[in-house]
């Protein structure tokens, strides 16, 4: 007998996760050379290809999917990017498995234009040089060989044939693959596995030093506090502050940041009389006060809860620029955080007697990761997108005419000025609630201006005013409560409209997100039984 290579007919189960491998391999080997490019090579822009094109896809969301996105999944919209992501990966991967199964050549030439793709993404991110591109380009290089072997490996087998046996017989399409799945799982979980291990490590290679506080924060010269009068004791209504755990969080970071607090710096440059870099030990040891201040999303939708109110800690921003010495022509800063998103903030808002703050702390601690440490901007009465840059390292004083914030360009409004809103929180919509004497209660938001009134109507009934509680802050959010006093058997519809601290009420204009904020009544239907 002699043993000969024959061929077989291509199977799809192992060619489909032959790619599916190809493609884990690729990316594990890259993103441990991300890791590395992160921590001792140092580099300062995104040499992962799963983040850069994550965050490519992020840049060019239009407004109105960006909108969708919260809408349906929250603060678990970075959750559903990432499992899309996977899903189309292992599905395109999947196809060129089975394209390499018949034009071998032609897959491993499309395998290398993804990666291209992904490498492109590297090179578009904030500081990124080419040297970012090398884990994609040797991941996408392994993987490309791998994706020809395996597809050889499938198609071919050492056969025991005769001497006289034709070397081109087919062997069965139902022959045994066994070696091939072995070796296709296989990849396929060690890739995965550097894919986890990678992702992991660059954040904490990117830290290389401590993530919390080295010195302890400095007792502020004006301190705050929630009286019980403000604080609601109704099962279901929501805390006047709002846990640090429990604050939403929305951001176009697909990582959150490390960042070194002994490396911290935040530069003022611009239109400015002397160009300024503090540290963050400088700013510990300027005075520091405290402020209540309700911060809101503009992806918020009426009734939503991208919405959080906190006790913060800081240096006011009006110290800061005044030290800089502003340009009189200036009207905006334009703030970079340290994954180079921005936002555009009207000057007035950082230079006036509002509580707009360099902030350290946040309900008596110091910034969690995922809510900008160790230092983010707090500017009450201004939509986050155009204010609340996490992770801040510049200050760019400029112009309106001259600069734009990352949302400007995609269609949001430049100012973003926080509507009033109000909001239902007990009883929630579609609940069952006894006969009779029924508690209402939910909280007001309308900052800088404050809250002055808000009522409750039953059905088309006439609008009934509502117990208001205490107000520390105008700047924060108030809680309310009423008493229905006799709920009647049926489904009934309950509607909340404000009053600002100006006398204007709350619109009844019913407006979608984009591009400055909803408005309208919150209204929920319950069934009283």
């Given at each position: 007998?002699?043993?000969?290579?024959?061929?077989?007919?291509?199977?799809?189960?192992?060619?489909?996760?032959?790619?599916?491998?190809?493609?884990?391999?690729?990316?594990?080997?890259?993103?441990?050379?991300?890791?590395?490019?992160?921590?001792?090579?140092?580099?300062?822009?995104?040499?992962?290809?799963?983040?850069?094109?994550?965050?490519?896809?992020?840049?060019?969301?239009?407004?109105?999917?960006?909108?969708?996105?919260?809408?349906?999944?929250?603060?678990?919209?970075?959750?559903?990017?990432?499992?899309?992501?996977?899903?189309?990966?292992?599905?395109?991967?999947?196809?060129?498995?089975?394209?390499?199964?018949?034009?071998?050549?032609?897959?491993?030439?499309?395998?290398?234009?993804?990666?291209?793709?992904?490498?492109?993404?590297?090179?578009?991110?904030?500081?990124?040089?080419l040297l970012d591109a090398v884990p994609t380009v040797v991941g996408a290089a392994v993987g490309t060989?791998?994706?020809?072997?395996?597809?050889?490996?499938?198609?071919?087998?050492?056969?025991?044939?005769?001497?006289?046996?034709?070397?081109?017989?087919?062997?069965?399409?139902?022959?045994?693959?066994?070696?091939?799945?072995?070796?296709?799982?296989?990849?396929?979980?060690?890739?995965?596995?550097?894919?986890?291990?990678?992702?992991?490590?660059?954040?904490?290679?990117?830290?290389?030093?401590?993530?919390?506080?080295?010195?302890?924060?400095?007792?502020?010269?004006?301190?705050?506090?929630?009286?019980?009068?403000?604080?609601?004791?109704?099962?279901?209504?929501?805390?006047?502050?709002?846990?640090?755990?429990?604050?939403?969080?929305?951001?176009?970071?697909?990582?959150?940041?490390?960042?070194?607090?002994?490396?911290?710096?935040?530069?003022?440059?611009?239109?400015?009389?002397?160009?300024?870099?503090?540290?963050?030990?400088?700013?510990?040891?300027?005075?520091?006060?405290?402020?209540?201040?309700?911060?809101?999303?503009?992806?918020?939708?009426?009734?939503?809860?991208?919405?959080?109110?906190?006790?913060?800690?800081?240096?006011?921003?009006?110290?800061?620029?005044?030290?800089?010495?502003?340009?009189?022509?200036?009207?905006?800063?334009?703030?970079?955080?340290?994954?180079?998103?921005?936002?555009?903030?009207?000057?007035?808002?950082?230079?006036?007697?509002?509580?707009?703050?360099?902030?350290?702390?946040?309900?008596?601690?110091?910034?969690?990761?995922?809510?900008?440490?160790?230092?983010?901007?707090?500017?009450?009465?201004?939509?986050?997108?155009?204010?609340?840059?996490?992770?801040?390292?510049?200050?760019?004083?400029?112009?309106?005419?001259?600069?734009?914030?990352?949302?400007?360009?995609?269609?949001?409004?430049?100012?973003?000025?926080?509507?009033?809103?109000?909001?239902?929180?007990?009883?929630?919509?579609?609940?069952?609630?006894?006969?009779?004497?029924?508690?209402?209660?939910?909280?007001?938001?309308?900052?800088?201006?404050?809250?002055?009134?808000?009522?409750?109507?039953?059905?088309?009934?006439?609008?009934?005013?509502?117990?208001?509680?205490?107000?520390?802050?105008?700047?924060?959010?108030?809680?309310?409560?009423?008493?229905?006093?006799?709920?009647?058997?049926?489904?009934?519809?309950?509607?909340?409209?404000?009053?600002?601290?100006?006398?204007?009420?709350?619109?009844?204009?019913?407006?979608?997100?984009?591009?400055?904020?909803?408005?309208?009544?919150?209204?929920?239907?319950?069934?009283?039984?």
């Open positions: 007998m002699d043993t000969r290579t024959v061929r077989r007919a291509p199977d799809s189960r192992a060619a489909g996760l032959s790619g599916v491998a190809a493609g884990a391999i690729t990316l594990g080997t890259a993103e441990l050379l991300a890791a590395a490019w992160s921590g001792p090579l140092a580099s300062a822009g995104t040499p992962s290809p799963l983040l850069a094109v994550g965050a490519a896809f992020v840049d060019r969301t239009p407004a109105w999917l960006k909108d969708w996105a919260i809408a349906t999944f929250g603060t678990a919209d970075k959750l559903a990017l990432g499992i899309g992501m996977a899903l189309v990966l292992t599905a395109a991967c999947a196809a060129l498995g089975l394209l390499a199964a018949r034009r071998k050549t032609l897959a491993q030439v499309l395998f290398v234009a993804v990666a291209a793709l992904g490498m492109a993404a590297v090179l578009s991110r904030p500081d990124s040089g060989w791998l994706l020809g072997r395996l597809s050889e490996k499938d198609q071919t087998v050492r056969h025991p044939l005769a001497a006289a046996t034709p070397v081109a017989e087919p062997m069965p399409v139902g022959a045994p693959r066994r070696e091939v799945f072995r070796a296709a799982g296989g990849l396929t979980a060690l890739g995965l596995a550097g894919i986890a291990v990678g992702t992991g490590g660059s954040g904490v290679l990117r830290t290389a030093g401590p993530a919390t506080p080295t010195v302890p924060l400095p007792r502020p010269s004006r301190s705050v506090s929630v009286p019980d009068a403000a604080v609601s004791n109704t099962p279901g209504h929501t805390a006047y502050l709002t846990p640090n755990d429990a604050f939403y969080r929305i951001d176009t970071a697909l990582r959150v940041p490390r960042v070194n607090p002994e490396r911290w710096t935040l530069r003022v440059t611009g239109l400015v009389e002397r160009e300024l870099e503090i540290t963050y030990a400088d700013l510990l040891a300027e005075e520091h006060v405290e402020a209540l201040v309700t911060l809101t999303c503009v992806s918020n939708e009426v009734g939503g809860d991208l919405v959080g109110n906190a006790r913060w800690q800081g240096w006011p921003v009006r110290e800061l620029l005044a030290r800089a010495g502003v340009a009189p022509e200036a009207d905006m800063v334009l703030s970079r955080s340290v994954d180079g998103w921005t936002a555009g903030t009207p000057l007035e808002a950082l230079t006036d007697d509002r509580d707009a703050l360099l902030a350290v702390a946040m309900n008596g601690e110091p910034l969690p990761a995922r809510h900008g440490y160790p230092v983010r901007l707090v500017v009450p009465g201004l939509y986050g997108y155009v204010s609340a840059t996490k992770w801040v390292t510049e200050l760019k004083v400029t112009r309106f005419d001259a600069d734009e914030g990352y949302w400007t360009p995609r269609g949001w409004s430049a100012l973003g000025p926080i509507k009033t809103a109000s909001r239902i929180d007990v009883p929630r919509s579609g609940a069952r609630v006894p006969v009779g004497e029924v508690v209402v209660a939910g909280v007001a938001w309308a900052q800088q201006r404050g809250v002055e009134q808000v009522e409750v109507q039953v059905d088309d009934g006439p609008w009934q005013a509502v117990e208001l509680l205490a107000e520390p802050s105008v700047d924060a959010w108030r809680l309310w409560r009423w008493t229905w006093p006799d709920a009647t058997p049926g489904r009934h519809r309950l509607r909340v409209r404000a009053t600002d601290g100006t006398g204007e009420a709350q619109t009844d204009q019913v407006a979608r997100p984009a591009p400055d904020g909803a408005s309208g009544w919150h209204e929920v239907s319950v069934r009283v039984a």
